[in-house]
């Protein structure tokens, strides 16, 4: 896998975090309600919690500070403003606060990154933003109760709010744990933790500021997408497509995880990602042509919760990124063949 897409892997994983990360801990809370109810009605209060994590994003305007630090020292945060308004329309804004200057806008599956260092902005479309969390409302939470068990793990108070805390480990050794605090009134989440076998922790974002329902219209965040003048504007190409397509077989890999989109970069050759979910935790497949002979191998990354493994065929690298086990990875990189 080349640098650039290396990046852009490693980018796509902390955005998704950022962007997505708590709208997957307030469907784990959701379990966490719904096992302690009588088994028949289980599935009906799942759904209702559920029906309030789909909600929530469109009721509550926020505006925090967001850290994400690892096991291994390092450390980022970013600021980041979100608002709703009765047309459900959704606007948030990230500003990293660490690292080269940069932010990001993103209006449901548009995301504009501003690049002041190179005056770039660069505009992506990432559908499996906007999808991720319907894997839950299609049934997905029925499968991600069979994969991990959940237990409510006492109270806390972050960033000066009232919050319940919640482990959920799992059944198998093919995903982390996860510990998620939300907020007791609207049900946001506040922190999340992803944890080692051994129950160290692996990576850590949470809200070190938070301010709720504040008065902030999606207009005025939509205002900040307009590029500054003489600035360049980069449109990142994304083409909706099938490993089929693309000449691949893919077997199954990996018990409980769901394709969720799948899109070619660019021209007919370019990089191919086909994401993955158990409904917590996600893969993503980066498939891409490596003209260069090179005998079969394999090479792998870890930062954090996210690690890499890249695989190496006659012709092509694949590379698996996620907030999984190196395991996990392997079978997921295994299970793309080319076919003949």
Not at 96 to 121: C, I, W, Y
Not at 151 to 163: L, V, Y
Request: overall charge positive; proline content about 6%; aromatic content about 6%.
């Amino acid at each position: 896998m080349d640098r650039k897409l290396l990046q852009g892997a490693r980018a796509y994983s902390l955005g998704r975090r950022l962007l997505m990360g708590w709208l997957c801990g307030v469907a784990s809370f959701a379990l966490a309600q719904a096992q302690a109810q009588p088994a028949a009605s289980t599935e009906r209060s799942l759904s209702e919690w559920l029906d309030r994590v789909h909600a929530a994003p469109r009721r509550h305007n926020y505006i925090g500070t967001i850290v994400v630090s690892s096991n291994a020292g390092a450390m980022s945060s970013a600021r980041i403003w979100h608002a709703c308004d009765d047309d459900e329309r959704q606007v948030e804004r990230i500003e990293a606060l660490s690292g080269p200057p940069r932010s990001s806008v993103r209006r449901d599956n548009r995301v504009m990154t501003f690049l002041p260092e190179q005056k770039l902005v660069r505009v992506e479309y990432h559908e499996s933003l906007s999808r991720f969390p319907d894997l839950f409302r299609s049934g997905g939470a029925a499968a991600v109760a069979e994969l991990y068990t959940v237990r409510p793990a006492g109270t806390d108070r972050i960033a000066g709010f009232e919050t319940d805390v919640v482990l959920l480990a799992p059944r198998d050794a093919m995903r982390f744990a996860h510990r998620v605090w939300t907020e007791r009134r609207t049900g946001l989440v506040l922190k999340r933790q992803t944890l080692a076998p051994d129950g160290a922790v692996l990576e850590q974002t949470a809200f070190s500021e938070l301010q709720l329902d504040v008065p902030l219209r999606p207009d005025r965040l939509l205002k900040q997408m307009q590029p500054p003048p003489g600035w360049r504007m980069e449109t990142v190409q994304a083409v909706r497509t099938t490993a089929v397509d693309e000449g691949w077989d893919l077997k199954p890999a990996v018990t409980g995880y769901k394709p969720v989109a799948c899109y070619r970069r660019g021209s007919a050759s370019g990089a191919m990602q086909c994401v993955f979910s158990d409904g917590l935790a996600s893969v993503s497949l980066f498939v891409e042509p490596a003209p260069e002979p090179s005998a079969q191998h394999e090479g792998a990354l870890a930062a954090g919760a996210t690690h890499t493994l890249t695989r190496r065929i006659p012709g092509w690298s694949i590379t698996a990124v996620g907030e999984v086990p190196q395991q996990t990875l392997r079978a997921f990189a295994q299970s793309l063949e080319r076919r003949p």
